[in-house]
């Protein structure tokens, strides 16, 4: 059973930083293409990272040079260290595959900026 857990969020001031991090089950790990993606209130979910199987990264315009995207095969964990945190950063961070399969959906991480 393919399962995606999310954690790592909190409350943080603007300019802070924050690593969030998303756990795999059920899936060969290694082989896949993970993204990080968004929803803020009032908004559709958005792409906001993604690591392929060989470590190669792209990122959303909104956050680049901000944000960086890893993964530890070993532990079935890809990470996403915030860096620089604007209020319009404030989400509920998700990952999935991309594109994203809609069982897959975890809970979440709430992630809040102060301004």
């Known amino acids: 059973q393919v399962e995606f857990v999310e954690s790592g969020g909190g409350l943080v001031q603007a300019g802070g930083s924050l690593r969030v991090s998303c756990t795999a089950s059920?899936?060969?790990?290694?082989?896949?293409?993970i993204a990080w993606y968004r929803q803020a209130p009032g908004k559709q979910r958005e792409l906001v990272t993604l690591?392929?199987?060989?470590?190669?990264?792209n990122y959303a315009d909104s956050v680049k040079g901000r944000f960086t995207i890893s993964r530890d095969n070993a532990k079935n964990t890809v990470y996403l260290q915030m860096n620089s945190l604007k209020p319009e950063d404030t989400a509920v961070y998700y990952c999935?595959?991309?594109?994203?399969?809609?069982?897959?959906w975890g809970q979440g991480t709430q992630v809040t900026v102060s301004s």
């Open positions: 690591i392929n199987s060989s470590s190669n990264t």
């Open positions: 059920g899936i060969t790990f290694s082989a896949n293409a």
């Open positions: 999935n595959f991309i594109p994203p399969k809609g069982p897959y």
